[in-house]
T-cell receptor
């Protein structure tokens, strides 16, 4: 149990386009989901906490207009990188909270050309 | 901000040996968790220890917690090549479905 999927697994896009990443908890309901960004050989950087039915809570320094988060149901949260630029290229990982534990998706590798 | 600091940052051992990783943190916590990440993948939850616990076991994993020293250790016994991965400690301050603060991670390489 406690499986989280993430789609797409990788995406290449042109600078200026928007990219949507989906995070789904497949076998449990998650009122809280989390979005992280990870640079090569570094730790996870929490971007925002996504709460079902309410606005996401963004970490300091993360642009909420740049990284749009929607948590419309108990099993789905989406992250949209708007007007992506090469510096947004990274590995994006979501997780779904179940009590104290977080269950992670496999990640989405974004490359912006 | 990152709270956990894993030590060492990289460890290379032979299959069958034990691997010990340490994690230090700065503030009071409700729980401490260890996660594993294979290269280019998401994280997998390994084990959770609460602030009122001192030791916990799960299969070949043994985790200890010393709240007076604000430190934890993860021991992997009889390591296997498949244990090669990055390991992260993460702390939760309140319990429940809250954000976790992850350490920088430690790269473990188990040579066959």
């Amino acid at each position: 149990g406690a499986v989280v999927s993430q789609h797409p697994s990788w995406v290449i896009c042109k600078s200026g386009t928007s990219v949507k990443i989906e995070c789904r908890s497949l076998d449990f309901q998650a009122t809280t989901m989390f979005w992280y960004r990870q640079f090569p050989k570094q730790s996870l950087m929490l971007m925002a906490t996504s709460n079902e039915g309410s606005k996401a809570t963004y970490e300091q320094g993360v642009e909420k207009d740049k990284f749009l988060i929607n948590h419309a149901s108990l099993t789905l949260s989406t992250l949209t990188v708007t007007s992506a630029h090469p510096e947004d290229s990274s590995f994006y990982i979501c997780s779904a909270g179940r009590w104290e534990t977080q269950y992670f998706g496999p990640g989405t590798r974004l490359l912006v050309l | 901000s990152q709270q956990g600091e894993e030590d060492p940052q990289a460890l290379s051992i032979q299959e069958g040996e034990n691997a010990t990783m340490n994690c230090s943190y700065k503030t009071s916590i409700n729980n401490l968790q260890w996660y594993r990440q294979n290269s280019g993948r998401g994280l997998v939850h390994l084990i959770l220890i609460r602030s009122n616990e001192r030791e916990k076991h799960s299969g070949r994993l043994r985790v200890t917690l010393d709240t007076s020293k604000k430190s934890s250790s993860l021991l992997i016994t009889a390591s296997r090549a498949a244990d090669t991965a990055s390991y992260f400690c993460a702390t939760g301050r309140q319990g429940g479905s809250e954000k976790l603060v992850f350490g920088k991670g430690m790269k473990l390489t188990v040579n066959p």
